[in-house]
């Protein structure tokens, strides 16, 4: 297990290099370098540029070198936290991500057990107790959550809180705790909150989940190891849990792990319809505002917070099943 | 009552019918079937593909898919301690049933490929097993388990019980198969096809562990095949089962030198001769009518050469004794029987 893990750490590398590579040439990407876009903004508002400050900052950016060594400069800066600036909020770049990118992670990780909760129980309903009315209703349900787009829930459920129970929806946090640092009250405000993102964002996945683990299960109980397990006189119940449903899980543990893109992107959906302070909203801004080194930063930590994603899913999915490990 | 060699009968199946609710419509894969198996005795029932072999077996463990019901006769096992039990009166998941299953009889498969879960050591697949029919913990459990593994003949067990199956070769699988199966002291073993997966050789082996196995406990073998070589090296006593009952029946010798019914005998012709040429069952004239359409009379007639005409489309033949063991169910020894 731990010549698998560290072998798979190994293929991180170079995923992450193309990844680091990729959201460089998104910052290159606009016309001119950001420099004299920046000087140009700070012109156009009024602001006299102070020439000494500008040439650190060529300096510090390698600006007129070769491509490559401008890479390297921002890069190595990356590994130690730096993003650059932004030219839209004249702030670091870290400083508007970090909290953001948090509760985006939180969002989705938490719409991921969601859909875990509520689809492995469902799917496995379904599965057993296939063409019942419950496999229908599930069924049903779960097409309906499937083909709805994730805006449209968000707005329906809005309405619904709003009209119906008279919640205040839109954003994370009580008007009292939105600009008030961190504590735990405003982590269980935030908690109070968090229902209706996480059920908006976790619906299609969820949806795909019961799917997925109904046509495994269905797949899995016919076959011949189960037959075995009933010549043994296991009792059904453990049987189904211990054999078919644990077989089943692989195929379920490797989708999460393209659940994630999906999740985040999702999630950006539901945050910029609910206004929450995720990342979604700020990605989108920063794209259309050519705020490139904000959104290459962006990309950046999207991205390779998808591949431990997917690195967690790996190493999961050798957990559950042994051939993997033992290739 | 007794067997036709004046065992004692452990288990009897009576006029057994078997029915699939599908979607195609109903299948009846068993017809009446009848036969019994005697303390100790190894049984043989041959038949084609699809002649329901193997669902009268999964009925007698009552594990039938969930599509299918037992629509008539009885399964009577005899209990360890004297008492009978029909099985077809027990519930498939009651208590009673699963001791049954495994502790009473056990069955071996023809995959070993596909019949251990992949995603479980074997020592756990075989533990398991143990701890459900027995007193033991699971320290003892594992220690048996690897007696098991041992006197199958697999080489240093106590490292192969925490191998998954993948780890095992063909043999060496259906060599653990024969293990878990046996593990738990059951008095009847079914064995369907247990070595139509494997190569020749290690067929051999295979069938030699399971008589060996046999002989050492006391076993009765209940063995399934299509083979006729493996029923005469393996058997005492032979079924021939054709479309879910049971045509003929007697010792391996009577069968096997005396063939009455027309079916039997295409088998027989369908026996590899000594040149080593084998041909498959199906060289049978005309094709195997099938479960959802059984002809009426004798199922065979819609292939028998020996066809006599309009009662054997609309007559089921009783079965008739000839000499002390040999039964068969045909018109043409109407008149003969003894
Ligand atoms: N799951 C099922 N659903 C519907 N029909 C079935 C099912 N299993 C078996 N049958 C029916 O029962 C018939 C007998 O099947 P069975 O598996 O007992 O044959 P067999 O004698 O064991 O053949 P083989 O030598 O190929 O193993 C089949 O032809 C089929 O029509
Ligand atoms: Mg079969």
Known sequence: MARFVFRRLLTLIPTLLVISIISFIVIQLPPGDWLSTYVMQLAQSGTLVDQAELLALERRYAMGQPMHIQYFRWISRVVRGDFGMSFEYGQPVRELIQERLLLTVFISFCSLIFSWVVAFPIGIYSAVKQHSMGDYAATFVGFLGLSTPNFMIALVLMYVAMQHFGLSVGGLFSPEYVRAPWSAAR?????KNLWLPVIIVGTSGTATLIRVLRNNLLDELQKQYVVTARA?????????LKYP????????????GWQLPELVSGEMITAVVLSLPTTGPLLLSALLAQD?????????LLAVLMVIGTLLSD???ALVDPRIRYE | MVTAKGLPWILRVNDLYVEFWTHDGVARPVNGLTLQVGKGQSVGVVGESGCGKSVTALSVLRILPKAARISGGKIELQLRDGSTRDLTQLSTNSNEMRRIRGGEIAMIFQEPMTAFSPVHTIGNQLCEAILLHTDCDEKEAKERSVESLRSVGIPEPHVRIDEYPFQFSGGMRQRAMIAMALVCNPRILI?????????????AQVLQLIKQMQSQIGLALYLITHDLGVIAQMVDYVYVMYLGCIVEEGGVDDIFETPL?????????????????????????GVVPNAYSIPSGCSFHTRCKDMQGEVCRSERPAPRRFGESHRVSCVLYEDAAR
């Open chain 1, 245 to 256: 449903v644990r077989m089943a899980l692989i195929p379920f543990v490797s989708v999460a």
């Open chain 1, 187 to 191: 982590f269980f405000d935030m908690l």
């Open chain 1, 232 to 240: 043994k006189g296991v009792h059904a119940v453990r049987l189904t």
């Open chain 1, 292 to 300: 490139m080194y904000l959104a290459g930063g962006f990309i950046l």
């Open chain 2, 261 to 285: 019914h027309p079916y039997t005998r295409d088998l027989m012709r369908s026996i590899p001769t000594v040149s080593g040429e084998r041909k498959p069952l199906s060289t049978i004239g």
């Open chain 2, 191 to 203: 064995a369907d096809e247990p070595t139509t997966a494997l190569d020749v050789t290690v067929q």
């Open chain 1, 315 to 317: 190493i999961l999915l």
